[in-house]
């Protein structure tokens, strides 16, 4: 997993509340085997005029121009401002891949799903949970400032904003440890194998009928 | 001190904790279906590991697989070389059960796990898949959770977790004639919304919840997670223990009498502190449709679609406004004034025989409106579609014109052949009515089986409450 310490990036603003993961990334791309190449169709639904399908050449596909992402003003966005409840729905992994891919690095929003909060972590995706206060100002300030610029720092727990007022968010300790350090989760449980199979081995014995 | 029932399974699975509460928990059910699971052995397999524990493991195809003419195969190439990945991962790695595409017993993951036994109270269960949150009607603490955590289970047999916060849900009383388990999940997705259960566990208790079937505690639980918690759970009574006798993987004999001793301790107990209670009166519930693009997006059947300007969150209103446009509905319209176009019966919500029985019997002797240009029914297993045709239901749905289909998750999210076209309005028995979930452009309308049999014969909504 890639590391995640400081981002200075572009903002684009995603105004709906409980952005659903059909809609980050729609089920026919799911059938993929792959964990990349969804960035194409990251909100396909939204973002193209015609329906997508897998194999197809989305560069040949009509774009539409009302979507956010696809303004010139918003092109190589790395940090995507949303509403509550981003990213409710399925547990599908899919969606910060297709995050990932697309270039986004972190989700600034007044609240999230839990899967999908979990996920982003697993992906070194940042989601940043930010006051609803906050996060109507970031609007504001993102619609009025083109190329509007947002440093998320997360080493300091910080959003900057350009006007250099910074706004403090939380994190978990240990996600926040394994982001800055981009540590795969599977090895550090692993150095647990021992406790792991001493665990396992109690429980055999007090409930066997779970291990037929 | 009283502890509650996720209390307790959580401390029961605690194998390490680190300092800042984030615990390993222990996995004892690992459900393995064809669409999150790929990149998860793949992982495995470039790093040189192997699955902790085969015997952990139940699999089988689900998403992709088609309902009709299983005798041509999977004909979309890309699903079925997901489906044909799936297969050729277990014959490598192996599993205590795999019930590929066309095997008796295959079905939908959430049907499949508790039919076969291999849903036990007391278990951790976790699954790629957010509707796992089913299981927890067996005291299961169980969730969904994405392919990294998939490959993490495959490799360690365990999970990062954090603690959840605990909600009870009570809902006391009788449930009115023709209010299922479906509207009850619907009725409390409306009052606390699609975020109100963010961070909670949520167990659902009171006398009408112990009045449910397994079948109906399955349904409760499996919305749980459209109330954005991602466990449900129900204590052990003498329902969950009469459901698991006999099943394939359930204990037997003495070890039987073993477990049951066990399992009976699976509940809160008597003043044990919840870090929020909310109490839903069973009375109030009537039959429920939802209206807009999210599950909370819900009224009862008697009411009329809602007026976003009597809205005062404009965020909210937005939402409700772009709803409305997706749906081609106008304010203040009747809901049994919606007329259909397509009714899907199936989901790991809805797809089980008593949901069949119950549709059946508002069908028998009747026919699909003349405007319906499909009505579905699905059932959720092998299993289920032959108890089904045994029972007759079959005849009864293809006598008034449904078509009876083979078990998979089919139109619930249209990854397969079955699906919406755009502007179609459909009566569903799943569980999401996001934009384009049952197929680009498709208008989803949540309900029960009861609810989506009377629509497919009356051709719009109606309230079932009328017909029994
Ligand atoms: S039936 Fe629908 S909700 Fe259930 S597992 Fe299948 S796709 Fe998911």
Redesign the interface.
């Known amino acids: 997993m890639e590391k995640f310490i400081r981002l200075d990036g572009l903002v684009v603003p995603l105004d ?3 952005v ?1 993961t ?2 980050i990334i ?3 791309f ?6 990349s190449g969804f960035g194409p169709n990251l909100f396909d ?1 939204w973002r193209y005029l015609d ?1 997508g399908e ?2 197809r050449d989305d560069s040949l596909r009509p774009l539409n121009p009302d979507f956010v992402l696809n303004q010139p003003r918003y092109r190589g966005a790395q940090i995507l401002l949303a ?3 981003f990213g ?6 899919h969606a ?1 891949w297709a995050l990932l891919d697309f270039g986004l690095r972190t989700v600034i929003a007044e ?5 999908f909060f ?2 982003c972590f ?2 070194g995706i940042l989601p940043v949970v930010l006051p609803a206060a906050e996060i109507d100002a970031l609007f504001a300030l993102v619609e009025a400032t083109p190329g509007c610029h947002l440093v998320v720092d997360l080493e300091q727990q910080v959003v900057l904003r350009p006007d250099g007022r910074s706004l403090p968010f939380a994190v ?4 926040r440890e394994c982001l800055l350090n981009g540590w795969d ?2 090895g550090l ?2 150095r ?2 021992e ?2 199979k001493a ?2 081995a109690r ?1 055999r014995e007090q ?6 | 001190m009283p502890q509650t029932l996720y209390e307790k399974l959580w401390q029961d699975h605690v194998v390490h904790q680190e300092a800042d509460g984030t615990a390993l928990i222990y996995i004892d059910r690992h459900l393995v279906h064809e669409v999150t699971s790929p990149q998860a052995f793949e992982g495995l397999k470039l790093a040189g590991r192997k699955p902790w524990r085969i015997s952990s493991i139940v699999a089988t195809a689900d998403h992709n697989t088609p309902t009709d003419h299983w005798d041509r195969g999977i004909e979309d190439p890309v699903s079925r070389l997901q489906v044909e990945t799936l297969d050729a991962n277990i014959r490598a790695f192996g599993a205590l059960a795999y019930f590929p595409f066309k095997d008796p017993r295959q079905g939908i993951v959430h049907v499949v796990g508790p039919e076969s036994g291999a849903t036990l109270p007391g278990m951790t269960v976790v699954c790629g898949d957010s509707h796992t949150s089913t299981h927890g009607a067996f005291a299961c603490m169980a969730h969904g959770i994405g392919t990294s955590e998939v490959e993490h289970v495959l490799a360690t047999q365990c999970l990062l977790q954090k603690k959840s916060k605990t909600m009870l849900l009570q809902v006391d009383g009788v449930l009115g004639r023709g209010v299922t388990a479906k509207d009850v999940a619907l009725a409390i997705i409306g009052r606390i919304g699609t975020a109100g259960g963010t961070g909670y566990a949520i167990e659902f208790g009171g006398s009408a919840v112990r009045s449910l079937s397994m079948e109906g505690r399955m349904t409760l639980c499996n919305m749980a997670i459209e109330a954005g918690a991602r466990l449900g759970l129900i204590a052990v009574d003498e329902v969950t223990i009469d459901y698991l006798r006999g099943r394939p993987f359930a204990p037997q004999g003495a070890r039987w009498e073993q477990a049951v001793v066990h399992w009976r301790r699976l509940r809160s107990d008597d003043g044990a502190r919840f870090d929020r209670v909310i109490e839903m009166p069973a009375a109030a519930i009537g039959p429920q449709v939802t209206w807009g693009t999210s599950p909370e997006m819900v009224v009862p059947v008697d009411a009329r679609v809602p007026d976003p300007a009597s809205e005062p969150d404009p965020v909210k209103r937005e939402g409700m406004e772009r709803a409305l446009r997706y749906m081609g509905l106008s304010p203040d319209l009747p809901i049994c004034d919606i007329a259909l176009d397509k009714v899907f019966i199936g989901s790991c919500t809805n797809s089980r025989i008593e949901d069949l029985r119950a549709a059946a019997a508002v069908v028998r002797g009747r026919t699909v409106a003349s405007n319906i240009r499909l009505a579905l029914v699905v059932p959720g297993s092998g299993l289920v579609k032959r108890q089904a045709e045994e029972e007759g239901l079959d005849e009864i749905f293809r006598a008034a014109g449904f078509e009876w289909r083979e078990p998979g998750c089919s139109m619930c999210l249209a990854m397969n052949a079955d699906r919406l076209e755009a502007g179609e309005r459909c009566a569903s028995t799943s569980n999401r009515n996001f934009e384009g979930r049952q197929g680009a452009g498709g208008r989803t309308h949540l309900v029960s089986p009861e609810m989506a049999a009377a629509a497919a014969i009356a051709g719009h909504f109606c309230d079932i409450r009328e017909w029994l």
Request: hydrophobic share 30%.
């Open positions: 709906r509340a409980n659903d059909d809609a729609p089920k026919q799911l059938k993929s085997i792959r964990r639904e329906v897998p194999g509403r509550q409840n409710c729905g399925s547990s599908r992994e910060p609240s999230f799903a839990d899967i979990n996920n697993k992906n978990d300790p240990f996600r989760d599977i449980t692993l647990h194998a406790l792991i665990f396992e429980r409930q066997p009928w779970l291990f037929a």
